[in-house]
């Protein structure tokens, strides 16, 4: 576990302590050499905060405050007053950066959203460019009682710190070891949470340990008894997790993979998803990351992070021209019921690998690579319910057929919560384990949506908006609605004004809509021209291509296993209302065509259930209001959707 902080005195200690021993108390928990710069920078924070609080016989301070989350640490938290400031020093800055501004207040919005402690307290978020012209503003506090940032220098510290006072609320005040004592519950971006991970970092530091959520580190251990009984036992085992959307799947995956890889270096553990944008994101956020906290060429860093998650499909094809086992011997197969059904595998082989001779479907060809194995292996299935968006994926299903019918010896657990029909496809659970040596598990199934911390039930208003719930889904969405904002315009302008409005720091926003809302083109969402994932997501508000900039627009297929902060949903007619419920439709050269396809039906509810489950902390759903002059368009194809969602309780913006 991470030390919270390197550093803790009250201030009145801090002042009478000698510079060389406040430096020695923050040294002695650095567990790598420390760089000349660092101690300068600590040195000059130690002096800096001497002369600017010298009048203060108050307080608490916290040197390195931890933000495991983040995998970071805020150079200073002052607990002053009944207010908490989060100080983040930029020594010898003579400017005050927008990066470096976010980077405060990120800080001050993770305490606020994740540590008990801070919950209920006003923050005040200061970032100190030492050598930046004077500036002290008067503060202005948000609703969550987070302050926007203050700057200021070395000098006026002291002077921005008193200028807040007047305007702090009436509350309780609490003790600095209540305070740092209290239980922090994080809810990391994939991500961040991939980073970290990836850093060596423990689970139990960047997920949440409330009663109220199942705790990842239960599942973690679930599955590590598993391989752990396979090894030791030379059986070949295959373990089904799973879980809501957003309830924690693939951090649960990266965690095993990342701690197989530190601890059991001869298993060879790899993290394997049919997700290209997924697998891209990752990689790319992981190589950027390791390339500047190691000081390593970043193509050395992007084939580190290559090994660790790979493309499911480049590893399928690696193994069809050979018959031996693979080196790994424990691989999570992220978002298993996307899998291809034999008919689709089949054509593909045949028709691009030039496999006559091919006869399976994926999940029945991966089970046979890691059969080869003579002694041991595991594979770990991780099963998102109701998340199957296109053409080919078999469901899971497919999975325990395959089982039946080749691999019968292996040892099967599954959650016990996969009988639900959004796993299924409807089969009943007797029929897919019949012959099979399997034992259901409670621990394999995550039930809480943990993307959104705001609003745990968001899942299931969206599951009601989707299932034709109004009423129901009115009902839910009135006890998030406080704490998760969801808003309808007819005004694709208001949207992006919406989403703008609400981010701070770094919280990403975006444009998303259906891949089949193609008559979205006229209103400046244009589905049919591809986003490059990496750009999109990782890339600065400057970048014209990033999701911030509000341009281009991410369809299910970029997003889905993603997350943004804040996106604005777009929704065309291609899922429209009738007497019915739900019209389903496809454009097709100058026309909408119906889609009868019972399947291909599932398929676009699912792809808008992935659109409305992406946002961390609200949304907003842009409804067009047509144009009779375009018969694609026409406004009665859209009133009656907007109608519905303000049914399911979503308030329709003053337009």
């Known amino acids: 576990m991470l030390k919270r902080a390197y550093y803790s005195a009250q201030v009145a200690d ?88 976010s980077q405060t207040v990120d800080y001050a919005l993770d305490l606020k959203n994740f540590h008990e402690g801070s919950h209920l307290a006003d923050i005040v978020p200061i970032l100190v460019a030492t050598h930046a012209p004077s500036s002290i503003a008067t503060p202005r506090f948000e609703d969550d009682r987070v302050a926007e940032c203050l700057c200021c220098n ?36 994939i991500v961040q949470a991939a980073q970290a991970l990836y850093r060596n970092h423990d689970v139990s530091e960047i997920s949440r340990r409330d009663a109220s959520a199942k705790n990842l580190s239960d599942t973690t251990e679930a599955i590590t008894e598993i391989i752990n009984a396979a090894k030791a036992n030379n059986q070949k085992a295959i373990c089904f997790v799973t879980g809501v959307p957003g309830a924690g799947k693939t951090l649960a995956g990266l965690n095993i993979t990342t701690s197989r890889m530190n601890h059991h270096a001869d298993e060879h553990a790899v993290f394997l998803s049919g997700n290209g944008p997924l697998v891209a994101v ?22 580190n992070a290559n090994a660790f998650i790979q493309n499911i499909h480049h590893f399928r094809d690696s193994n069809l021209e050979t018959t031996q086992p693979t080196i790994e011997k424990v691989v999570v197969f992220d978002e298993a019921q996307r899998a291809w059904d034999r008919e689709h595998t089949v054509k593909f082989m045949r028709t ?34 109701g998340q199957e968006i296109n053409s080919g994926e078999a469901g899971l299903p497919e999975w325990f057929h395959a089982l039946r019918k080749r691999f019968s010896t292996w040892r099967v657990y599954f959650s ?44 299931r208003f969206v599951g009601l908006l989707i299932d034709n719930s109004p009423e129901a889904a009115h009902a839910c969405y009135e006890t998030i609605r406080q704490d998760y904002p969801i808003v309808l315009t007819r005004d694709i302008e208001k949207a992006r004004t919406w989403v703008r409005d609400r981010k701070r720091g770094s919280e990403l ?42 341009e281009e627009v991410a369809t299910e297929f970029d997003i889905q296993g993603l997350e943004l902060d804040w996106s604005v949903v777009g929704w065309d007619a291609n899922l429209r209302r009738n007497s019915e419920g739900w ?21 676009l509810l699912n792809s808008y259930r992935v659109l409305l489950t992406r946002a961390r902390q609200g949304f907003v759903i842009y409804v067009p209001k047509g144009d009779s002059s ?12 907007a109608s519905y969602l303000q049914l399911c309780g979503i308030p329709s913006m003053i337009e």
């Open 509 to 550: 926003f975006g444009l998303t809509a259906s891949s089949g809302a193609k008559r979205l083109r006229p209103e400046g969402l244009n589905v049919g021209e591809k986003i490059d994932p990496e750009t999109w997501f990782l890339n600065g508000p400057d970048d014209v291509r990033a999701c911030q900039y509000l």
């Open 14 to 101: 801090f002042l009478g302590a000698t510079e060389d021993s406040i430096l020695g108390a923050i040294v002695a928990n650095i567990q790598h050499e420390l760089e000349s710069t660092q101690r300068r920078a600590w040195q000059a924070q130690i002096r800096i905060l001497k002369d600017q609080l010298r009048s203060w016989d108050e307080g608490h301070l916290f040197f390195e405050f931890s933000i495991p989350r983040m995998g970071k640490r805020a150079d200073i938290v002052l607990l002053l007053r009944k207010a908490i400031f989060v100080l983040e020093f930029k020594v010898g800055a003579s400017s005050y950066l927008s990066g470096d501004i």
């Open 583 to 603: 019209a389903f439709h496809k454009f097709k050269g100058t026309k909408w065509q119906r889609i009868n396809n019972p399947v291909d039906q599932g398929y």
């Open 416 to 459: 016990d919560r996969i009988s639900s029909k959004e796993y299924t496809a409807g089969s009943e659970i007797s029929e897919l384990v019949a012959g099979l040596d399997a034992s259901p598990s409670n621990a394999l199934h995550l039930g809480v949506s943990v993307r959104s911390f705001r609003a745990e039930n968001l899942s």
């Open 282 to 303: 990752l990689r790319c956020a992981l190589a950027r990351d390791e390339s500047q906290r190691r000081n390593i060429l970043l193509q050395d860093a992007r084939r």
């Open 352 to 385: 691009k690998k030039n496999r006559s001779d091919f006869d399976a479907s994926e999940p029945e060809f991966l089970i046979e690579v890691m059969d080869r194995h003579s002694d041991w292996c595991v594979i770990i299935a991780l099963v998102g319910g």
């Open 630 to 641: 375009d018969p694609t368009r026409l406004p009665e194809y859209y009133a009656p959707i």
């Open 154 to 189: 070395a000098t006026t510290l002291n002077q921005v710190i008193k200028s807040t006072f007047s305007h702090l609320a009436e509350s309780e005040g609490q003790t600095a070891d209540s305070w740092i004592n209290s239980r922090y519950k994080p809810t990391p971006t």
